[in-house]
């Protein structure tokens, strides 16, 4: 057996000096203002171990990571009736593209582009109140996180509005086809607030955990999903987790994962480990460069990925 | 351990009444004739044992199946160059779509939509005659399945003329971009007898076990790929093997594989088998609607998911 | 010299038989309220003389040809920079197309599609709240028309939300790419209220005979652009003035036009005359059966078209 | 009535200066060639005077403008039966994009882009070898011109190859869609032989006189089609001459006309005169720079516009 610790010690190690690399995100003014020499790293096994590197305790904005607890409440919800609001499948465009939406009468492609995040928020809502919705989330990621400190950072959920207009967009046009039942502005302002989820690369790893754990949590004992139900998400997660660089993270990587603009990623090895890895600074595609870095070195040192040894 | 031959035989026996179920392509004449109701499956694992059930004996057209060896071909030659060629990634299109090409200036999304795997026939081809890269081609197969029965069926080449014309269109269309090197009819002519490539289940799978076993084939010793790329085409599979329906396949069965208009699919448990699963008739988004069924409760049945069990 | 009210009374008494053809606009709830068995229209020649036929004086909502009046009111605050804003292409596609909007990076094809149009207005606000901006617009319009009973249907105006979705989506798309300068809610505000615009045939026609007389009103002696513009405007109506079926309109016609959903149809006969048609009924590409059909018996009557007579 | 030689004269004498501005098409190698250095224009009124200036009688490689000849030969063959299989919408697009015809099902926006034009080769073809369909061509632009001196320059037909494999993929592409009846080698055999029609600026002119003169050369009092046809060949020109530039030709010359990237345009003034301008080299949008600019001199000083005077 691989000595974890060490695995991530030596990542840390190879690393440092390329710490600051990439370009943080500035469509979101908040966001713009994070100091980019940031690393961090931490992974979690299902016989609940604990491993950490770097900053692996700085909460950041996990932004669209929270794409994948947001699926996972939904599915809670309505079930496999969900896949009448958004497909399965990969788009082959850019994370806020408009196009496919027209082309496809207002049913996004799936859950991790923006537009079926937007549908998937949507469903959460259920006829509740946004401030409803977004308590509900709260107290979900608390739950799975088992941490009560997980908050959502308000400063940054209203510095959305640079990249509001095309999300406003976004959500109108599926309005249009009817794909959207709530009042737009309702829909973005719970959308705003789950993408402000502020988490530590360590809180991620124990929140996701269940996706590693056939649907449970083994440290909390918790029950999330069944386990067919977690393999589904960890299959979203590969074909579409990454916008139109889902292929390459495939293919690099080999392992189930979601990005967000804030730098995080979030990866799981199903029956082993949760893995969340965190540096602002992001490459051309918009995944944190040194993030999808650490997640590759990760995944070769040990035999992780999912494709084979 | 779960008891490989009974759970083929519970398939093939709760699958019989259905036999006969899709449609079977129409679009190449000869494959139009093929008689609907058969089925047959096989499963070679990696330490060398074989499993069959119902027509896993009767050769049949593999079609596109034939772009994974093709691709195993290409990287040999050339290397990781090859993505200089064709991209990585879900083109969230039909197989044979020209949109994206027009996009992406000449640059097929993935090799294995169709414009994708004539760049890589051509790539293949590197200045040899079509009649020799068909020959290479030929015994690269029959050495990977170690048998030399597999042939080339030249009716079926011969009658790929029908859509044949789009197939001309994306190769013509390539060379416009300077992405096809050899004449057109050449590359074409290549093209269409990889996909007449006549195949049996069990010599798919035998053919196949090397992506399952960390690129060696260990029935013969054959050496064919580094552990790496092995794991790298079964990424590939994974997103892109089934054109625009590729996230369901992995939604739903949870393992790179490679469909074929034939009624094959070729499928990979990494680090455990090779499978492969034929029926003539297809579903409504081109594949095998039998094979895919099969292949979902053999995942089931077995837990070989890629995503956790 | 054609004897013009012969023409009309000829067209109104052959099409009689057919009034109430096509189908109603219904994704605006108030217009599909409107009676279908109306037919009118009016002819204004450049010398003064008016012609009417059936319900030429009947007030009708006269929606998207309302931007041929904000088109002129924009030219005359920013001029020839009004097409960093907007461009002058026909668009191939439907009315509410998003998809070129995202190829072309938040500059409309032209100012007759909804997006080129929702620009447009924006461009009119220079900076005015939407109560003054649609003050000055009515204003415009009878000054034109020379007619102050010309008035806005503030029932319409309320109405357009069905349809306001899809037009929400194209604001906010702009003004992600900062294509739009006001809230997209004032600037909707202006847009929906232009498109409730209720007018007659007769005063669309005498509103519209500037563009056949060089520019200028010679009933009223008003001058409103420059000739070179008044031949400009023509151009575009005749390139984009119907949407997707604007080669369609050249080829049977042979006039710079612009139709709106409400069934109204405004044509141009430079240096001859404005016509205005109207039936609510509208064929399968959105604009008016009858008007359309009446169009082409005039034009071909009169030898109007400008492709020869 | 203006003077038009001193009209053509002092349009040659302002642009004088300025010849060879622009860049040669260089994608057809004998084009290529061309020397930069020249311009001509020539008029011919319907009262069958002619105007000539500059290089009016230099022989130059018409290019695309053939594509009014073809379209004229094919509605002569079949009629309005044409329009099942090619459009009449401008496109939006690219001279020779490819997405368009996918989106529409291998049917051509309209007859003047490539893949439009390759359509109604196709149809005019009817059955005939390529020798023959291209000699009908000839002696029908000889009778035209009245000029048995227009030849077809072999050089450039057998130079499209560079630009052939885009045209090879259109008509494959279409083939597919069973909108090509004749071989693609045939079609193209006779496409590339009508673009490389050779014909000075006065002989282009008289070819096209017949569209300004309700159908018939009144120099030679042929027929050559119905006034009706004729209006409907120039609405298709001022609609879609001029590829995705055909709006900004309205906008600033108001005449129909057709482009070719020899640096050709032929013009047409309905009940006026015929018109050709050449210069080689070409604008940004792939039109003659100086035939442009010449062109929208004339309309100014001659008040030709279709839009007023």
């Known amino acids: 057996m691989v000595d974890l610790q060490a695995v991530l010690d030596s990542i840390y190690k190879e690393l440092t000096p390329r710490i600051g690399e990439g370009k943080v995100a500035d469509y979101i003014p908040e ?26 305790d700085v909460p950041f904005s996990i932004q669209s990571i929270s794409k994948v607890f947001m699926l996972t409440l ?62 509900e989330l709260l107290r979900f990621v608390r739950y799975l996180a088992d941490d009560e400190s997980v ?3 308000e400063k940054v959920a209203r510095s959305e509005t640079q ?31 789950q ?14 955990l269940f996706l590693a754990a056939r649907g449970s ?26 916008y139109d660089g889902s292929g390459d993270f495939a293919y690099h990587v080999g392992l189930p994962g979601k990005s967000g603009v804030g730098g995080g990623i979030f990866a799981v090895a199903p029956g082993v480990a949760s893995i969340a890895a965190w540096s602002p600074g992001l490459n051309k595609v918009g995944n944190s460069q040194l993030g999808a870095v650490a997640l590759e070195m990760l995944a070769a040192r040990t035999g992780w990925s999912v494709f084979g040894d």
């Open 217 to 242: 949590n083994p440290m909390t004992g918790h029950s999330v999903v069944s386990p067919k139900r977690a393999r589904r998400i960890n299959a979203l997660m590969l074909t579409c987790g990454h």
């Open 151 to 153: 908050t959502i950072d």
């Open 31 to 56: 966001l713009a203002k994070i100091d980019p020499n940031q690393f961090g790293m931490a992974v979690v096994t299902v016989d609940g171990k604990v491993y950490r590197a770097g900053d692996a």
């Open 163 to 193: 990249t509001g207009y095309r999300n406003f967009a976004l959500a109108n046009f599926m309005r249009a086809y009817k794909n959207i039942d709530h009042p737009v502005e309702h829909v973005l302002g719970v959308y705003f607030h």
């Open 74 to 135: 939904a599915l809670g919800k309505v079930g496999e009736g969900l896949w009448k609001r958004v497909g399965r499948e990969p788009s082959g465009s850019a994370f806020n593209s408009i196009v496919q939406l027209e082309h496809e009468h207002g049913i996004p492609r799936n859950p991790f582009i923006n537009a079926g995040a937007i549908a998937v928020t949507d469903v959460v809502m259920a006829g509740h109140a946004p401030r409803e919705a977004i308590g």
């Open 195 to 208: 993408c402000a989820l502020s988490m530590s690369c360590e809180q991620l790893a124990r929140a996701g």
